[in-house]
């Protein structure tokens, strides 16, 4: 059984988001920042949200390029994902990828979010700091609307990938 096919047919091996544990840990830091409702707790939470949601990005391309790879099968194609970009950069990739359902309602919210985010940093020095504060409030509902969303994606692309393996991919193991 090649690379592929071993890939496919085990969902082990499908694409997964780096370091679940991390993410699961950063999360509940980010959370219990929030939950003291301070400026400082809340700004720490929205960076922290921003690093989560750069390893959905991450792990949705990871997945676009796994589909596509499926349906070129047997040719095979590689991809090259730079691990060191900033949000912008994964934005852009999620755009020029294939279409998954709810991908334009993803992208318009992690945009959302982001520029969220720059406001809040670049006014920092600028603004009030209990208007911002009041702001903040916000940055959890941008996060758990995006969580939820990723959700919902993850979801479609295992039940895809569990077609693809019942449909096409148990002909090549038979033969």
Same mark, same amino acid.
């Given at each position: 059984m090649d690379?592929?096919?071993?890939?496919?047919?085990?969902?082990?091996?499908?694409?997964?988001i780096s370091l679940p544990e991390n993410l699961d840990?950063?999360?509940e830091i980010a959370d219990s920042s929030y939950n003291e409702k301070t400026f400082s707790g809340m700004v720490a939470a929205t960076m922290i949200y921003q690093q989560?949601?750069?390893?959905?990005?991450? =792990?949705?391309?990871e997945n676009c390029h796994f589909e596509i790879q499926l349906h070129i099968y047997p040719s095979t194609?590689?991809?090259?994902?730079?691990?060191?970009?900033? +949000?912008?950069?994964?934005?852009?990739? +999620?755009?020029?990828?294939?279409d998954f359902e709810r991908k334009t309602e993803?992208?318009?919210k992690v945009k959302e979010f982001n520029n969220f985010r720059n406001k809040i940093? =670049?006014?920092?020095?600028?603004?009030?700091?209990?208007? +911002?504060?009041k702001e903040l409030y916000d940055s959890k509902k941008y996060?758990?609307?995006?969580?939820?969303?990723?959700?919902?994606?993850?979801?479609?692309?295992r039940v895809m990938f569990r077609c693809f393996t019942k449909d096409k991919f148990t002909d090549y193991i038979d033969e």
């Amino acid at each position: 059984m090649d690379k592929i096919l071993s890939k496919i047919m085990n969902p082990d091996n499908w694409p997964e988001i780096s370091l679940p544990e991390n993410l699961d840990l950063l999360n509940e830091i980010a959370d219990s920042s929030y939950n003291e409702k301070t400026f400082s707790g809340m700004v720490a939470a929205t960076m922290i949200y921003q690093q989560i949601i750069e390893a959905m990005c991450l =792990h949705i391309i990871e997945n676009c390029h796994f589909e596509i790879q499926l349906h070129i099968y047997p040719s095979t194609i590689s991809f090259k994902i730079d691990k060191n970009k900033m +949000l912008g950069f994964y934005l852009n990739m +999620l755009e020029s990828t294939i279409d998954f359902e709810r991908k334009t309602e993803f992208i318009n919210k992690v945009k959302e979010f982001n520029n969220f985010r720059n406001k809040i940093v =670049h006014e920092m020095r600028k603004d009030n700091i209990d208007s +911002l504060t009041k702001e903040l409030y916000d940055s959890k509902k941008y996060f758990d609307d995006i969580f939820d969303l990723y959700d919902q994606i993850q979801d479609e692309f295992r039940v895809m990938f569990r077609c693809f393996t019942k449909d096409k991919f148990t002909d090549y193991i038979d033969e």
